[in-house]
């Protein structure tokens, strides 16, 4: 598909409507009839996965973000080369490895990092909901997360990205502080260099 149409314009296949509105029926639970405000990656597939949720419009604000868009692999990608990059990749390390004319882990880090700055300061207006949805890609996810939670490249670098429409939260603990509702999926232990891992 990425040899004739560009990532960003991919649209949900019809498993993935139907995932999106599983998800969708869990989200209008933890909800309920508070606000939401709603961050969504430009990409189509986001897009279509938002209004797959069937959150009711009056209860959400929902804002275009291109901070939380997938990873760039580069344009028109041929699938051998994407094949060799990504085994480059691999034993390169997932965080530091960038895609020829695309972007490595720690690229979409930073971008992740401005949006998460520019988010505490949406915290303080007056009228801001209560809860925050973030419709965007698994490794965005992730790196969220890790910006959240000052996870070490190495933590990040041994977990999974989730499934297809499958989401995580940050509950508030009662210490006041967030904590996932379950971890990522690990695929390895955590390879540290150093004292911070």
């Known amino acids: 598909m990425y ?4 990532d960003h314009s991919l649209g949900l296949t019809g498993q993935g409507w139907q995932q999106a509105e599983e998800t969708g029926k869990r989200l209008r639970e933890v909800f309920g009839r508070e606000r939401v405000s709603v961050y969504v990656s430009p990409y189509r597939r986001t897009h279509e996965t938002l209004r797959a949720f069937h959150l009711d419009p009056e209860l959400i604000r929902v804002r275009e973000e291109p901070r939380l868009r997938e990873q760039d692999w580069g344009n028109w990608q041929d699938r051998d080369d994407v094949r060799l990059q990504k085994a480059y990749r691999d ?107």
């Open 3 to 6: 040899e004739r149409e560009p």
């Open 91 to 197: 034993a390169y390390g997932h965080f530091f490895y960038r895609f020829a004319q695309g972007e490595s882990g720690a690229d979409v880090y930073d971008r992740v990092g401005g949006f998460l700055e520019s988010l505490y300061r949406s915290f303080e207006a007056p009228d801001h909901p209560p809860n925050v949805l973030l419709v965007t890609h698994g490794l965005a996810m992730r790196l969220f997360c890790m910006r959240w939670f000052h996870w070490t490249v190495a933590e990040f670098e041994s977990l999974a990205n989730p499934g297809n429409a499958e989401m995580r939260m940050l509950v508030l603990g009662d210490d006041g502080k967030y904590v996932l509702d379950r971890p990522f999926e690990r695929w390895r232990d955590p390879e540290p260099y150093g004292i911070t891992g």
